[in-house]
């Protein structure tokens, strides 16, 4: 009967284990379209809680039609942006998506992201994991201000 | 005789040689001076397409200008909202010592209003100007800028503009003083907003 007890315990907790989120996000917004532009992204601090390094390795959000990874690499005097296809967050530590560095990039926009919205996404992780995150559209220097405080 | 001959042969040479050279020096010299003058005259474009003199001597302030196009994905919306950071974190005063501007290098898919929005979008201060490339160029070549087209194979984007990322501070005669390279924090503005404008008299 104890027995039972636990096996049922156990057999319950079980999909809660796999579910155990060792990756959060933190500080999470998505860029306000400036007139003209076309291209909005995400940005965030991916903290990873556990033992083990883990992979982000794709993104979606209804609010755009294709959704990519990215990295601005700084080359002599030369800034380039260049699609990645993953990024790792090593285990007990964290990796930072911000404004010219790694960032989700959002292309085919249904319409210009405007401060104040907040859009819906998902990041999938190389262990099959799915994550869905509500992200509020802010300016960047508005997005930048809750990390100040974090740093001070 | 024959060393008559040579010694006329030489010294005829070296007047010929010294004439070339003083003549290209010469248009050399004049090119260059046609280039200036036409930096100094250079007229770009911007709120509802109105014609703007940058470099108009009668206008002292220091001009803080970022090249770029409104399409960047992310270096230049960043650098203008680091820009409009570190404006918000001047005083009145500096402020009025200042002329911010933000030059599309993409004329094609930037009309001068266009630009003109997109750069009030991150603080009124910034005026968004644009112009045909052949008025452009020569003036970011003037102050080192790169830009260059890139495919990009599999991406969405399928082309980018790699370029260059740098305010520069000129006087109103287009003079460099200094360039701030490209920054993630608004700090390194602050303080070069904060030297020329103290600099200035």
């Given at each position: 009967?104890k027995?039972?007890?636990?096996?049922?315990?156990g057999?319950?907790?079980t999909?809660?284990?796999?579910?155990?989120?060792?990756?959060?996000?933190?500080?999470v917004?998505?860029?306000?379209?400036p007139?003209?532009?076309?291209?909005?992204?995400?940005?965030?601090?991916?903290m990873n809680?556990?033992?083990?390094?883990?992979?982000?390795?794709?993104?979606?959000?209804?609010?755009?039609g294709?959704?990519e990874?990215?990295?601005?690499?700084?080359?002599?005097?030369?800034?380039?942006?260049?699609?990645?296809?993953?990024?790792?967050?090593?285990?007990?530590?964290?990796v930072?998506?911000?404004?010219?560095?790694?960032?989700?990039?959002?292309?085919?926009?249904?319409?210009?992201?405007?401060?104040?919205?907040?859009?819906?996404?998902?990041?999938s992780?190389a262990?099959?994991?799915?994550?869905?995150?509500?992200?509020?559209?802010?300016?960047?220097?508005k997005?930048?201000?809750k990390?100040?405080?974090a740093?001070? | 005789m024959?060393?008559?001959?040579?010694?006329?042969l030489?010294?005829?040479?070296?007047?010929?040689?010294?004439?070339?050279?003083?003549?290209?020096?010469?248009?050399?010299?004049?090119?260059?001076?046609?280039?200036?003058?036409?930096i100094?005259?250079?007229?770009?474009?911007?709120?509802?397409?109105?014609?703007?003199?940058i470099f108009?001597?009668?206008?002292?302030r220091?001009?803080?200008?970022?090249?770029?196009?409104?399409?960047?994905?992310?270096?230049?919306?960043?650098?203008?909202a680091?820009?409009?950071?570190?404006?918000?974190?001047?005083?009145?005063?500096q402020?009025?010592?200042?002329?911010?501007?933000?030059i599309s290098?993409?004329?094609?898919?930037d009309?001068?209003?266009?630009?003109?929005?997109?750069?009030?979008?991150?603080?009124?201060?910034?005026?968004g100007?644009?112009?045909?490339?052949?008025v452009?160029?020569?003036?970011?070549?003037?102050?080192?800028?790169?830009?260059?087209?890139?495919?990009?194979?599999?991406?969405?984007?399928?082309?980018?503009?790699?370029?260059s990322?740098?305010?520069?501070f000129?006087?109103?005669?287009?003079?460099?003083?200094?360039k701030?390279?490209h920054?993630?924090?608004?700090?390194?503005?602050?303080e070069?907003?904060?030297?020329?404008?103290?600099?200035?008299?």
């Open positions: 009967m027995l039972k007890a636990i096996a049922l315990a057999l319950l907790l999909p809660f284990a796999h579910a155990k989120n060792d990756v959060m996000a933190h500080d917004y998505a860029r306000a379209m007139p003209s532009s076309v291209t909005s992204a995400v940005f965030t601090t991916l809680h556990g033992d083990k390094d883990r992979t982000l390795v794709a993104a979606e959000t209804s609010a755009a294709k959704v990874l990215h990295d601005v690499i700084k080359e002599g005097d030369v800034m380039k942006m260049r699609q990645v296809q993953e990024i790792t967050i090593p285990a007990n530590s964290n930072v998506l911000k404004p010219g560095s790694l960032h989700i990039m959002l292309f085919d926009l249904e319409k210009r992201l405007e401060e104040g919205e907040t859009i819906e996404m998902t990041l992780f262990n099959g994991e799915k994550q869905t995150l509500e992200v509020p559209v802010k300016k960047v220097m997005g930048m201000k990390m100040d405080h740093h001070h | 024959s060393k008559n001959w040579s010694l006329i030489v010294v005829a040479f070296a007047l010929g040689f010294g004439v070339k050279t003083y003549i290209d020096e010469q248009s050399n010299a004049q090119k260059t001076t046609e280039k200036e003058q036409a100094a005259n250079t007229t770009l474009f911007g709120e509802a397409g109105k014609a703007v003199s108009d001597g009668s206008d002292t220091v001009r803080v200008v970022y090249f770029g196009f409104t399409r960047c994905p992310d270096v230049c919306p960043t650098s203008l680091m820009m409009a950071g570190a404006l918000n974190q001047i005083d009145d005063e402020k009025s010592k200042l002329r911010p501007m933000f290098l993409d004329p094609e898919r009309a001068a209003n266009a630009s003109f929005e997109y750069a009030q979008y991150f603080h009124p201060m910034i005026e100007l644009s112009a045909p490339l052949e452009t160029k020569p003036l970011a070549h003037k102050y080192g800028v790169i830009f260059r087209k890139t495919e990009l194979e599999g991406s969405e984007l399928e082309y980018t503009l790699d370029h990322s740098y305010f520069y000129l006087k109103p005669d287009g003079t460099l003083i200094t701030v390279p920054t993630l924090t608004p700090a390194p503005l602050v070069a907003f904060k030297s020329v404008t103290s600099a200035q008299e």
